[in-house]
């Protein structure tokens, strides 16, 4: 192997690393942002303070099709099992694509 190869495989893998990690953390906080809408909704948090309303805003975007995926009559019960679902599918979504990059790279 050559210098030149050695550098470019070297680069390469740090290249790799670094987008694995991004992806990773992306992942990680999308699944945070979900649990805590989780716990914010079941603690009973003001719907109106600025903290929740910006969870509540970011987690119903990320609860892509899992938002009203069951629809039981407590509403806390509801958001508990649709945006934990979410929360759960972005941690295997997050699994997969690091360890799909990582073997791709």
Do not use: Q
């Not at 809408?37 to 109106?48: D, F, K, Q, R, S």
């Not at 995926?69 to 997969?96: C, E, I, Q």
Request: net charge positive; charged share 20%; hydrophobic share 55%.
């Amino acid at each position: 192997m050559t210098d030149h190869s050695a550098k470019t495989d070297g680069a390469r893998g740090r290249a790799v690393a670094v987008v694995a990690g991004i992806l990773g953390w992306t992942g990680l906080i999308f699944a945070v942002i979900l649990a805590a809408h989780v716990l914010l909704t079941i603690g009973g948090a003001n719907p109106e303070n600025g903290i929740t309303t910006f969870v509540a805003e970011w987690a119903d975007r990320l609860a892509l099709a899992f938002r009203d995926l069951f629809d039981p009559a407590d509403a806390k019960l509801r958001v508990l099992v649709n945006y934990g679902l979410a929360a759960l599918f972005w941690l295997v979504v997050r699994s997969l694509v690091v360890r799909l990059v990582r073997r791709l790279g």
